[in-house]
Nanobody, 123 residues
Framework: VQLQASGGGLVQAGGSLRLSCAAS????????MGWFRQAPEKKREFVAT????????HYGDSVKGRFTISRDNAKNEVYLQMNSLRPEDTAVYYC?????????????????WGQGTQVTVSS
């Protein structure tokens, strides 16, 4: 199973980025997917998660109303649209796959992880 995250970069506060995560080696349409982030010297933080069909989503409090998770099962991809970015959103962003999706915010519930993509928001 391989998850490849991309789309990170440097953006000014108030700007937008769209992250993508491409999955291979897994029946993508049967897995829930999540995004997490980790800033230096901080714990991994839940960002958003989506069920296998895309019909159900759940967001962390710090990103509600600004970030949107979506997926395209035909392309085996999950996305994170990030708007109104703030300096505190700066982190490495990881995508993860969950075989038994319950909308969990806990990293330990996820079975597979991508390598991460850096997002830096300047003030």
């Amino acid at each position: 199973v391989q998850l490849q995250a991309s789309g990170g970069g440097l953006v000014q506060a108030g700007g937008s980025l769209r992250l993508s995560c491409a999955a291979s080696g897994v029946t993508f349409s049967t897995y829930g997917m999540g995004w997490f982030r980790q800033a230096p010297e901080k714990k991994r933080e839940f960002v958003a998660t989506i069920n296998w069909s895309g019909s159900s989503t759940h967001y962390g409090d710090s990103v509600k109303g600004r970030f949107t998770i979506s997926r395209d099962n035909a392309k085996n991809e999950v996305y994170l649209q990030m708007n109104s970015l703030r300096p505190e959103d700066t982190a490495v962003y990881y995508c993860a796959a969950d075989r038994e999706w319950l909308g969990s915010e806990w990293p330990d519930e996820y079975d597979y992880w991508g390598q991460g993509t850096q997002v830096t928001v300047s003030s």
